[in-house]
């Protein structure tokens, strides 16, 4: 009986220690596959400051692969409507690490509330997103386009804490020539209801034949509020661009980008999102070309309101 009692607790000490060394191995590669889950992205070669503004989005929508360690850029286009805009998002575009969105708040149910908003950022900036405009994966930078009337201003506040925390950079884009902005929004008020187009209304052409049709309609402006409307828009302009300078930012005018030949400003632009350089193309055609004599239909009452004031010099700017 000696015998068989040694012998069962001999094998009952056995089995108990190959049963301990089958959960410890599997203890360790359950700790191993935790770990290669949660490793964090390598930084190393990215500088102190940049830190801040470098991400590794995480899309609950599709796994990122081989690029998960692949840093992103956060950005914002913030703008105003028909400043050249949608021609610069393209331009961005055709980048081949860019994703830039559109006006992802055209539609008021994004922006009702701060709640909203934030949601609508965050589904941009987690790559689950998905437009025209989206790339692969491996995109190096993220982001949208956003005109400050449209519930940019109004919760102003809010949303420069959110691009701080987040580290989101600000490319504001605006027009020098505010008139002619106000002459391209008369124009295209027009376009929507006259679709003098086969019936259709676009807000952007790509044939010179197309921008010849549209060009054809004068507007007429109300000189009587003119003055006191340039002087509104021009201050809250440089109200946004001032509330904003203490995030990572850089300013655009439409007119520098369309008059510069060397393309230096969509370098800098390339760089200012730390992304490899490309030359950058649209196929999109401008509109309004002529002098503004030729496209206001009330031009002696424009150029009466307008002359002996800091904004008479926007009558004769191309």
């Known amino acids: 009986m000696t015998v ?4 069962v607790m001999a094998c009952g000490v056995y089995i108990c220690s190959i049963y301990s060394i089958q959960i410890s191995a599997y203890k360790i590669a359950e700790l191993l596959n935790i770990k290669v889950t949660d490793q964090q992205c390598n930084a190393t070669n990215i500088k102190r400051s940049e830190i801040p503004y470098v991400h590794y989005p995480k899309p609950k929508t599709y796994n990122r692969g081989e690029c998960a360690c692949n840093p992103v850029r956060f950005f914002a286009i913030l ?26 708040f055209t539609p008021r149910e994004r922006r009702t509330n701060i709640t909203t908003i934030v949601k609508t950022m965050n589904k941009v900036y987690r790559l689950d997103w998905f437009s025209s405009a989206s790339k692969n994966e491996c995109t190096a930078a993220v982001g949208f386009k956003w005109m400050i009337n449209q519930g940019f201003y109004r919760h102003r506040r809010q949303i420069l804490k959110y691009f701080k925390k987040r580290g989101i950079s600000s490319i504001f884009l605006f027009r020098k020539n505010i008139l002619r902005r106000m002459i391209s929004v008369l124009a295209n008020s027009h376009d929507k209801d006259a679709r003098p187009l086969n019936g259709t209304h676009q807000s952007h052409v790509y044939s010179r034949m197309q921008a010849r049709i549209l060009a054809k ?14 002087r509104q828009e021009a201050e809250e302009t440089a109200e946004a ?74 009558l004769y700017e191309n």
């Open 79 to 104: 703008s105003l409507q028909r400043t050249g805009s949608g021609w610069f998002e393209t331009l961005l575009n055709s980048h081949i690490n860019v994703t830039s969105n559109g006006e992802v």
């Open 217 to 230: 309609y004068k507007p007429t402006i109300n000189a009587t509020f003119l003055l006191s409307e340039l």
């Open 241 to 314: 661009i001032d509330f904003f300078k203490r995030t990572r930012h850089m300013v655009l005018y439409y007119e520098d980008l369309i008059n510069n030949r060397t393309n230096l400003d969509l370098k800098e632009v390339q760089e200012f999102l730390r992304l490899p350089y490309r030359e950058l193309s649209s196929s999109q055609v401008k509109i309004h070309t002529a002098p503004l004599s030729m496209q206001i239909q009330n031009w002696e009452a424009v150029r009466e309101a307008l002359e002996g004031t800091p904004y008479e010099r926007l």
């Open 4 to 7: 068989i009692l040694l012998f």
